[in-house]
């Protein structure tokens, strides 16, 4: 068998709507297209289209 590569094009945003001196919340989304080879698509019902909704949480304080 030979391999074959799968490309994706990933784009997403995150609206930070908590923020404070040692860190931040936000709201995100994410959207992915697949490209796969010919030989793959049968089985996928052609290239798909995914997507995420996610909380993103981040902090960090430093210093004493």
Same mark, same amino acid.
């Given at each position: 068998i030979d391999p074959k590569?799968?490309?994706a094009l990933t784009?997403?945003?995150t609206y930070d709507f908590l923020k404070s001196e040692t860190g931040k919340m936000g %709201?995100? %989304?994410s959207i992915t297209k697949n490209f796969l080879p010919s030989e793959f698509q049968s089985s996928y $019902?052609?290239?798909p289209?995914?997507?995420r909704v996610f909380v993103q949480?981040?902090?960090m304080k430093? $210093?004493?």
């Open positions: 590569w799968v490309t784009a997403g945003y %709201l995100g %989304l $019902g052609g290239n289209i995914s997507g949480v981040s902090g430093m $210093g004493p």
